[in-house]
């Protein structure tokens, strides 16, 4: 199996809170994970990816941070929530960092900032 | 500057028409890889193809078809006698093999097949 789950499906949080979304991923092991933002229109931006334990990159700058504590776990967090952050978040694998590897989608966390 | 652009926003279709969405890419790279994505109503994207820089040959998989041209750039895919599970947002996306990390997707299309 190469499920990917996500946690929580939906989210409501108002402006100033702390976030804390999780991505495990089932089967594969060493993966390369991401984490990437849809916003209101459809466009995906990539936010974080990791190709190892405790090893982030950070893509775009912002008041996110994400944490790989363990081999298949891959953590979004925020210590303040801003109304912009509200989206789609999409954890994603692939089997290394190779350009010829698909990444594979889990099902996604609806975020809403109030 | 965009690496990928879907210039189609939305596309509606009534069904078991042909429709195709176009996708074109921008990259220095001799080697790099394209793919499509659906995704439904649900949210999830679902992984439909990928296909490399020196494969120009078209696929075919059921309704679904990709054609691949290098010359103007493009990764065109096609549904042929489109259903109305067919409707979903459709990706095109781009990684290059200096920069494997990192997908390039399009803004997407959105297609409404109508029954």
């Known amino acids: 199996s190469q499920t990917i789950h996500q946690w929580p499906a939906t989210l409501v949080q108002p402006v100033g809170s702390p976030l804390s979304l999780e991505c495990t991923v089932e089967?594969?092991?060493?993966?390369?994970l991401y984490w990437y933002r849809q916003a209101a229109g459809r466009g995906l931006q990539l936010l974080f990816y990791s190709v190892g334990i405790g090893q982030i990159s950070s893509e775009v700058p912002q008041n996110l941070s994400a944490s790989r504590p363990q081999d298949r776990q891959f953590i979004l967090s925020s210590k303040k929530l801003l109304l912009s952050d509200s989206g789609f978040y999409l954890c994603a694998r692939s089997l290394n960092g190779g350009a010829a590897n698909e990444q594979f989608f889990g099902p996604g966390t609806r975020l809403t900032v109030l | 500057a965009q690496k990928v652009t879907q210039a189609q926003t939305e596309i509606s279709v009534v069904e078991k028409e042909d429709v195709t969405l176009d996708c074109v890419y921008e990259?220095?790279?001799?080697?790099?890889?394209l793919f499509w994505y659906k995704q439904p109503p649900s949210g999830e994207l679902v992984f439909l193809i990928r296909r490399n820089s020196f494969d120009e040959q078209n696929e075919i998989s059921g309704r679904y078809s990709w054609n691949f041209q290098k010359s103007t750039s493009s990764f065109n895919f096609t549904i042929t006698a489109s259903q109305v599970v067919d409707s979903a947002v459709y990706f095109c996306a781009l990684s290059e093999s200096n920069t494997g990390n990192q997908f390039y997707f399009g803004t997407g299309t959105s297609l409404t097949v109508i029954p």
């Open positions: 990259t220095r790279d001799t080697t790099y890889y």
């Open positions: 089967g594969t092991s060493n993966p390369n």
